[in-house]
């Protein structure tokens, strides 16, 4: 991990633990905070399971590189999510959706080079709905730890898109407004729909436990 991206993430860390002590002891994350920190949860838990896989079975180094990347530093945002919601009394998913677990079997199914080719559109895709996931809590939600881990995640999440975005060979450095052009895009369609699906599965999670309120 770089040393810069070892900054970023301490700041987050320090922050967060400023932000968890500063708020009210009877302050209750509004349903976007609470649907935010359930489906980064579930988004950080696929993540490192897409890691692992790439550390398994990608054919280049680059890319078994970027598993490794994926596998620390989500670990390291889901550790202060994870530490967050439970100061916030947030109930967080135990695992990764069932669509989310489906997308990297499709990826699996692959071998190779098409392999590589599959798991970096399907990053590429992730992490952009990601982006847009965490602005929308950056200018939706109410909880300042909240909103200040999803101001702490995007410079991370921007930087795995531009990598991501260098090994398939496109332009990095543009945050991207939505999920991309993604009828040429098998693998992008198909999270889309994996994306508003988990969003869904948060609130769904976080209703049947009765930690969203209105």
Do not use: C, K, Y
Request: glycine content about 10%; charged content about 15%.
């Amino acid at each position: 991990m770089s040393i810069l991206r070892r900054a970023v993430l301490g700041a987050i860390t320090v922050l967060a633990a400023i932000l968890l002590v500063a708020s009210p002891a009877s302050a209750e994350p509004s349903e976007q905070d609470a649907a935010w920190m359930a489906a980064a949860h579930q988004g950080n838990l696929a993540e490192i399971a897409a890691g692992t896989a790439a550390r398994e079975n990608a054919t280049t180094e680059a890319v078994q590189n970027m598993g490794l990347v994926l596998v620390e530093e989500h670990q390291t945002l889901d550790a202060e999510l994870t530490a967050a919601a439970e100061q916030l009394g947030v109930e967080l998913p135990g695992e990764p959706s069932a669509e989310q677990q489906a997308a990297l079997e499709a990826v699996m199914a692959h071998e190779g080079e098409a392999f590589d080719a599959a798991w970096i559109a399907s990053q590429i895709e992730g992490h952009r709905m990601t982006l847009a996931a965490g602005e929308e809590e950056i200018t939706s939600g109410s909880d300042p730890t909240v909103i200040a881990l999803a101001e702490g995640a995007a410079p991370i999440v921007q930087s795995h898109l531009d990598h991501l975005l260098e090994l398939s060979g496109g332009t990095p450095g543009a945050v991207p407004s939505g999920v991309g052009d993604v009828d040429s895009n098998p693998v992008g369609l198909g999270l889309v729909g994996v994306g508003v699906a988990a969003l869904a599965t948060a609130l769904t999670f976080l209703v049947r436990r009765g930690r969203v309120r209105a």
